[in-house]
Each structure stands twice: as structure tokens, then as C-alpha cells.
């Protein structure tokens, strides 16, 4: 299947048909909020629950109608996509409802009332019950068919782009972004250093600074994308980055809590570091307030600086694109390729996930209002939520667990989390002197 990162015409192109699913999504919900009418088929809604049935707020059956009438939206424009992309349409739809029903079932356990509020992700439960199909039991045809990884994440990252509007960012101040570039610059140049240090391809090393550096799941896919990366390695990443998202949920926020620091500071630190952003945010809701109460500062500064370090993957892919064309593969062939290579190379799903933003960003809340912005950026997070489930499954179906453990004989896996450790330290002097209040005074004030 043609990856997107090359001449194929735009018609049999993976990244474009990604562009064109997540706009064609995204125009639905600018039609809804601008008409006052309902078109675009709702996810299911689920509850948080320490009884199984209220996992189910609108009833156990009318959650299960809406979640087929999703399915069946999000298989007809997968399937549109898959006859250009000679996908095995035959095996595809029973392999896609299977791992709909896996991702569905990974939402509810994630809804459960302890789990939710430890913020470990459904992302997790996806990708566990995948790796469990993958290595206890042998993997059937039709989920092998229906297992789209890069296609469903790609998708699932345009549709982020209607969530990220420029006003929200701008609003903090210069803080969020501050951190992210100060942050996100040294980050990535040191884990590229200490993964070279372990003799981790440049490749290989970029992805994983890149995902260290930036925003974990969605900066990895979009860096093996920019430097036509191994799809294995780029896998091998983003199971990486969930594990040590669920460990610095737990580990975190008791350590931001014994040191005494502010508010703001503590979600400043929390946002930069945890890679998953609802993880982020539910980092950032265990920081109590004067009241005991979950911080809301906590909780603004940590969303504040994910959302500055989310708004990086496009120029970031950019570079990178740059990089891999002019400087490796001048490297690897002894020739320089054109200036056009870097068009080629580039990860078009991450120029559908720029545009999106954009799009909300500078039309549709200076026409219809911030309300309207959000309500859109809201049912595309819905469906980016579903597809990133999607996603993980898939990945679980893929991978096998010892090849994760033993990829390079163990040295990417040591340099990563050397260098999130590093990245914790550094992050937090950042956040220190942006954010404590010793040297300015933040746009978010403390409870």
C-alpha cells in the first residue's frame, strides 16, 4: 500500500485519502453547527461507572444502535478509500466490526470510575487486547485485512486539527508556547544524542526524539512519515510512549504534590512531559487545590501546554522531511535530491491535520463563534477518539510482544527512557522559571 510519502497519485495515496475522510468529517460538523441540525452520526456516550450499567446513560441499546450507526458511517468512507487503496474489501468489513466491538469494549473499561480517574487511557485497553489476540492466539485473515494502523491514526490526526484552535493557545500568553519550544528543542536534540549514543539508527533516533520531544502517539506517526521510517519501528515507539504514559500518571503527580509546587507550575510540568493528552489531563486533575479540590489552574496549564507542543507536529514534520531528504539520503546515496523530494516525503495527513486547524481557527469562530468552533473541534475529537482506538487494536495485532521488548537488542528501549527521565528534569526547571511565579506572572494565576 502506497504510504503517502511519494509520486503515487493522489486517488491510490493513503495519506490523501486520510486528508480527504477527516476533512469530509469536518465539513459534516461545520454543516451541523451552522444549520442547527443533527447529520453527522454521534459516537456512543458512555459514562463513567463503578456499576457496569452506567457505563450506558442513554441505555444499553440505544448505545449499542448508535455505535452500529457509527460503524457503519466510518466502514462505507474506509471502504470508499479501500477500493483506490486495494484493500481486501471482502475480508475487511466482518475483520472492521471485530475491531470496532475490541475498541468499543476498551472504552467502557476505560470509563470504569477508578481507571478514569487515574487517566489510563482506552488506548491501552485497545492496544492490550490486540497484543493479546497477536500472541496467544494466531491472528485471523479478516482482522489481519481489516488492521489499517498508519490509516485509521491518520485519519484520526486530521480530525485533531478541528480541535486545536489558535485562540485557546494564544489566550495563555506566551508561556504555553515558550515551554513547548524550549522544552520540545533541547528535548529532541538530547534524545537524538543519547540515541545515537546507543547506536540507534538516525532514523530510528529521530522517531523516537521526535515522540519524546513533542506529543508521543501523533508526533511518531507523523516523524515516521517525514523520514519514511521503518513502520515496525514507528510501532514499536507508540507502545512505548503508552507505557510510559500510564507510569508517569502514577508516578507524577504524588512527586509534583511532595515537592509543594504551585498550580500552575505542576501542570506546566505535567503538560511538557506525559506524551498522551488525556493522560495530561487527568495528571493534572490529581493536583488538589487549597480546598482539596482538583486544581483547575493544574488542569489549564498542563491542557495549555500540550496544546502549544500539538500545534509543533507540522512544523516539526516539515523539518524533519527536510532533513531526512537532504541530509540522509544525500548520506546514504552520495546524491542530492531535489527540493521537490521534500514535497514528495512530506506526511500529507499532516498538512490535513494544519488545515483543519485552520479552518476552525480562522473560519469557522470568526463567522459562527467560539461556541460554534468548539462544538465542531468537539464531535471531530469524537471521532479522532474512535479512530485512534481503532488504531491501537491494530497495532496490538501486529506486534509481538518479545520482538517489542527485543528490538535492537533492547537499546532504543534504554535510550528512551533515559531520555524521558532527562526530559522530567529538564522540564521541570523550564516550568520553574516560566511558571512558579519567581520570575513572571503567569496568564493562568494559581487557585
Known sequence: MANGNDRTPALQNEDWWACFIGWFILLIAIIEVSAASSILPDAPKLGKWTELSAAFPKGFGTTIWTGLVMWFFLCILTLISGYFLKFDLKSYIPGFLIIFIIAFISMVIAKQAFISKWGISYVLFALA???????????????????????????????????????????????????????????????????????VSERFSSIIATANAICGVSASIAAGGAVQGDPKEVSYMVAWVLVCAVVLIIVMPPIAVWMNLPSNMA?????????????????????????????????????????????????????????????????????????????????????????????????????????????????????????????????????????????????????YWLSQTANAFWTLFIAWILWSGTFFTPAILPD
Open 129 to 199: 487486547f490486540g497484543l493479546i489476540i497477536s500472541n496467544v492466539f494466531k491472528v485471523p485473515n479478516i482482522l489481519k485485512a481489516a488492521g489499517q494502523t498508519e490509516f485509521f491514526v491518520k485519519i484520526g490526526l486530521v480530525c485533531m486539527g478541528a480541535t486545536i484552535m489558535f485562540s485557546v493557545v494564544l489566550k495563555a500568553g506566551v508561556f504555553g508556547v515558550a515551554q513547548a519550544v524550549l522544552v520540545a528543542t533541547a528535548v529532541w536534540f538530547g534524545t537524538y544524542y543519547i540515541c545515537r549514543s546507543f547506536k
Open 267 to 415: 501542570g506546566a510540568w505535567l503538560g511538557g512531559v506525559i506524551d498522551n493528552t488525556g493522560a495530561v489531563i487527568a495528571a493534572g486533575e490529581v493536583i488538589r487545590d487549597a480546598n482539596g479540590n482538583p486544581s483547575q489552574a493544574a488542569v489549564n496549564a498542563a491542557a495549555v501546554v500540550k496544546m502549544a507542543q500539538n500545534v509543533m507536529i507540522g512544523i516539526v514534520a516539515f523539518l524533519m522531511a527536510l532533513w531526512a531528504t537532504l541530509s540522509l539520503e544525500k548520506k546514504e546515496t552520495g546524491e542530492r535530491p531535489s527540493l521537490m523530494e521534500v514535497w514528495y516525503r512530506f506526511p500529507k495527513f499532516v498538512i490535513g491535520f494544519m488545515i483543519a486547524s485552520f479552518v476552525v481557527s480562522f473560519f469557522v469562530e470568526p463567522v459562527w463563534g467560539e461556541k460554534a468552533a468548539k462544538a465542531a473541534g468537539k464531535a471531530c475529537k469524537s471521532y479522532r477518539s474512535w479512530l485512534f482506538a481503532l488504531c491501537f487494536v491494530s497495532i496490538g495485532l501486529e506486534t509481538n510482544f518479545k520482538e517489542l521488548i527485543s528490538v535492537g537488542g533492547g537499546r532504543p528501549a534504554i535510550a
